[in-house]
């Protein structure tokens, strides 16, 4: 199984900042990276596909870079509604999630 | 797109639990449907994956022998079966809608989720 190691497992971090959040792969997984969001009681949504794809709709302050084994999710200008939990997810070889990075108010 | 779960559940130790997920507003043959859980305050949990296409299905190795993916063609539903419930499988219970054709796809679009109590 493809282990997928993230951090960190809680940010603080206020309005206007720049945030980042890595995900590593136990083994390469080309670009078959995803990024979510999720807010508590919602379900996840996607954010980014093939490791730097944003999804329609998603703000052009989200993006995703890497691959085989390290990726990036940076936030520029995080706003009020950024503040939640992203977890990454590689869809190479079955899939697997991250433990999650929680964004939360400084 | 559209993806209906049923509603909660409450089963006790040793039961099994089955989960339907109604798809609408896309071609069902054309996208796969997978099945992710989040326990009480836990991370996702991918558990496995159906292919509408042909029927095909990926389980987590943890889940093994005890996880079964279905659906019903006439209706569009994709059933998620997990037996011997313990305590552990305490969670909600999430289908979600591949982005694209093929094995090796993002999650686009999600259900509500279905939570599951096991006590």
């Known amino acids: 199984d493809i282990q997928m190691t993230q951090s960190p497992s809680t940010l603080s971090a206020s309005v206007g900042d720049r945030v980042s959040i890595t995900c590593r792969a136990s083994?390469?997984?080309?670009?078959?990276l995803a990024w979510y969001q999720q807010k508590p009681g919602k379900a996840p949504k996607l954010l980014v596909s093939?490791?730097?794809g944003s999804d329609i709709g998603v703000p052009s302050r989200f993006s995703g870079s890497g691959s085989g084994t390290e990726f990036t999710l940076t936030i520029y200008g995080l706003q009020s509604e950024d503040f939640a939990t992203y977890y990454c997810?590689?869809?190479?070889?079955?899939?697997?999630f991250g433990r999650g990075t929680k964004v939360e108010i400084k | 797109v559209q993806l209906v779960q049923s509603g909660a559940e409450v089963k006790r130790p040793g039961a099994s639990v089955r989960i339907s997920c109604k798809t609408s507003?896309?071609?069902?043959?054309?996208?796969?449907i997978a099945w992710v859980r989040q326990a009480p305050g836990q991370g996702l949990e991918w558990m496995g994956w159906?292919?509408?296409?042909?029927?095909?299905?990926m389980y987590a190795q943890s889940l093994q022998g005890r996880l079964t993916l279905t659906a019903d063609t006439s209706t569009a539903t994709v059933y998620m079966e997990l037996t011997g419930l313990t305590s552990d499988d305490t969670a909600v219970y999430y289908c979600?809608?591949?982005?694209?054709?093929?094995?090796?796809?993002?999650?686009?679009?999600w259900g509500l989720g279905t939570p599951v109590i096991v006590s």
């Open positions: 979600a809608r591949d982005m694209w054709f093929g094995e090796k796809s993002p999650l686009q679009h």
């Open positions: 507003g896309y071609v069902f043959y054309s996208y796969a």
């Open positions: 159906f292919s509408a296409h042909n029927g095909s299905t």
């Open positions: 083994q390469s997984i080309g670009t078959s």
């Open positions: 093939q490791a730097s």
């Open positions: 997810q590689q869809y190479s070889s079955y899939s697997t």
